[in-house]
């Protein structure tokens, strides 16, 4: 089962999963497109509600859930309803639901890079975590609830806590930060460029394609792991794709890169992931970002 299969990681994950002999049940709001196969079932309801929620973990057993859904926050974006009460009370009941009618069900949970409380300098699993916003505070107490029930559990409780750095792709929803400077370069917004560039954002940055990858050797995995970090290990300057797509793509936009700010961020260590999943990184976020650029020049 998969919640929030319509956006962004969910459609490339589905893709991908198309030749597989499993049966997929995805969860999500609404779906524009619906890929007609007997073995996937599309499932449109608010994850608020326990009790349509209930009725399919009453009528098929579900061996595999990967949690996706959340309201995420976009950039500067923080918000108490949003992004703590209603994320934590959603997956809580999911948890509690999915345990219920199946103690040995495999759950992995996406969590962020925002739950370290070390903002420059390579982060690990280890990492402290440190509730900066309601956003991280959300995504914390549902690492340390997955705890306490795997302790009460034993070794029937299978969960995996995977840890996802900023990756983006065609898919990505347009209120997010590397459409919007796309759409600005297209549109040549200069004034909204000039404020990003003085930002100089620094960020661990991953072509969606290779994350999604990850997390699909990890359903499958056949290993016990409880934490663990996707990433692409080397950070991004922001700067630096607002120069490749414009030098690229041969636009003529005059843009201010002097008296930017100093600035840093934390790079995910993905040692353990190559290692214990054999996952190897194929592709960057300058090959996605181009893609997303001509999807959006289609339509321009």
């Known amino acids: 089962m998969i919640t929030g299969a319509n956006g962004?990681?969910?459609?490339?994950?589905?893709?991908?999963?198309?030749?597989?002999?499993?049966?997929?049940?995805?969860?999500?709001?609404?779906?524009?497109?619906?890929?007609?196969?007997?073995?996937?079932?599309?499932?449109?309801?608010?994850?608020?509600?326990?009790?349509?929620?209930?009725?399919?973990?009453?009528?098929?057993?579900?061996?595999?859930?990967?949690?996706?859904?959340?309201?995420?926050?976009?950039?500067?974006?923080?918000?108490?309803?949003?992004?703590?009460?209603?994320?934590?009370?959603?997956?809580?009941n999911l948890i509690t639901l999915s345990i219920k009618y199946n103690q040995k069900i495999k759950f992995i949970s996406c969590s962020s890079s925002r739950i370290f409380k070390k903002k420059t300098g390579v982060v690990n699993e280890d990492s402290r975590l440190y509730i900066s916003d309601f956003?991280?505070?959300?995504?914390?107490?549902?690492?340390?609830?997955?705890?306490?029930i795997k302790i009460k559990n034993d070794k029937k409780f299978n969960f995996t806590n995977v840890i996802l750095f900023n990756h983006d792709s065609i898919y990505r929803n347009k209120r997010f930060l590397l459409p919007r400077i796309i759409d600005a370069i297209l549109k040549k917004k200069k004034n909204f460029l000039n404020k990003i560039i003085r930002e100089n954002i620094v960020m661990d940055y991953s072509h969606a394609d290779d994350i999604c990858d990850g997390l699909i050797k990890i359903i499958f995995t056949k290993k016990n792991i409880k934490n663990i970090i996707l990433s692409s290990g080397k950070k991004t300057h922001i700067n630096d794709i607002i120069k490749f797509l414009i030098s690229k793509n041969k636009i003529n936009l005059n843009l201010n890169f002097k008296n930017i700010k100093k600035n840093s961020s934390i790079?995910?260590?993905?040692?353990?992931?190559?290692?214990?999943?054999?996952?190897?990184?194929?592709?960057?976020?300058?090959?996605?970002?181009?893609?997303?650029?001509?999807?959006?020049?289609?339509?321009?």
């Open 267 to 300: 790079i995910g260590n993905n040692k353990f992931a190559k290692k214990k999943l054999n996952w190897k990184i194929k592709k960057n976020i300058f090959l996605a970002s181009q893609e997303l650029l001509t999807t959006k020049l289609l339509n321009f």
């Open 8 to 92: 962004q990681d969910g459609k490339i994950i589905i893709n991908k999963l198309l030749k597989k002999r499993i049966n997929l049940f995805l969860i999500a709001k609404r779906f524009k497109n619906k890929i007609q196969k007997k073995s996937i079932q599309y499932l449109e309801f608010n994850l608020n509600n326990k009790n349509k929620l209930e009725k399919l973990f009453k009528k098929y057993k579900i061996n595999i859930i990967l949690h996706l859904a959340s309201n995420n926050p976009s950039f500067g974006q923080n918000n108490f309803k949003k992004h703590y009460l209603e994320n934590t009370n959603i997956t809580k």
């Open 135 to 148: 956003y991280s505070k959300f995504r914390i107490e549902i690492y340390n609830y997955l705890s306490q």
